[in-house]
Every structure is written in structure tokens, then in C-alpha cells.
Nanobody, 126 residues
Framework: QVQVVESGGGSVQTGGSLRLSCAAS????????MGWFREYVGKEREGVAT???????RYADSVKGRFTISRDNAKNTLYLQMNSLKPEDTAMYYC????????????????????WGQGTQVTVSS
């Protein structure tokens, strides 16, 4: 089992920045496939950014150049640095883990991931 806990959401104005954190515990390793996803009200969850076993990042086109995903292996923590935020980034953000598999690259498809956190809300006002 893997436990996933997100933090760092909040409210900012357009152009602002936030950093989300995701602490993973339990049966995890530094080579787990991990990612950030978001869900708009009434819409399906979508991939934002992922890291594969080799820590190669993938990004959704909508966030390229603005968001950066990273991992601190010593702390078993995943981050999402979000800059130049836009109102359309307003959503519930989730962290997810898929452990024990080879994912090169790590898909942006939510159904690939097994363990999920409870989510953290990000609100960007204009």
C-alpha cells in the first residue's frame, strides 16, 4: 500500500505562483512513476505533469513552460512548481503514484496510476 498526501494549494491572482507538494509513504521507491493531475468541476480528471522511473518529465501542452515537476528522493516528495498561473488553472489538483512498474515514459493518463491523494484546491482569480 502507498499513502499519498498533497499540500500547498491556495488562492492566487493571475500571474502568481504556487508550489504543490506530495508526500508518498508506505511501499514506495525513488523510481516510482508519479504525477500531478487536475480536475475541473464537472469534468474528467486530466494529466498535468508526470515523472517516469528515470525522472524524465512529461507535461500537458497547456502547462508547458509554466509548470515544473520535480522529486526529492530523500524526502520521498513530489513537487509541482506552478508559475504564471491563469484562471483556467483553477481546479482540484491530485498527486498519484504507480509503483513497481517500468514507465518510460510516464503516461499522463489518470487510469494508469493506482494510488491517489485527497487533492488540494488551486484557485486563480483574474
Amino acid at each position: 500500500q502507498v499513502q499519498v498526501v498533497e499540500s500547498g494549494g491556495g488562492s492566487v491572482q493571475t500571474g502568481g505562483s504556487l508550489r504543490l507538494s506530495c508526500a508518498a509513504s508506505g511501499n514506495t521507491s525513488r523510481r516510482d512513476c508519479m504525477g500531478w493531475f487536475r480536475e475541473y468541476v464537472g469534468k474528467e480528471r486530466e494529466g498535468v505533469a508526470t515523472l517516469d522511473n528515470g525522472s524524465q518529465a512529461r507535461y500537458a501542452d497547456s502547462v508547458k513552460g509554466r509548470f515544473t515537476i520535480s522529486r526529492d528522493n530523500a524526502k520521498n516528495t513530489l513537487y509541482l512548481q506552478m508559475n504564471s498561473l491563469k484562471p483556467e488553472d483553477t481546479a482540484m489538483y491530485y498527486c498519484a503514484v504507480r509503483s513497481g512498474v517500468l514507465c518510460l515514459p510516464a503516461p499522463l493518463t489518470p487510469s494508469y496510476y493506482r494510488y491517489w491523494g485527497q487533492g488540494t484546491q488551486v484557485t486563480v482569480s483574474s
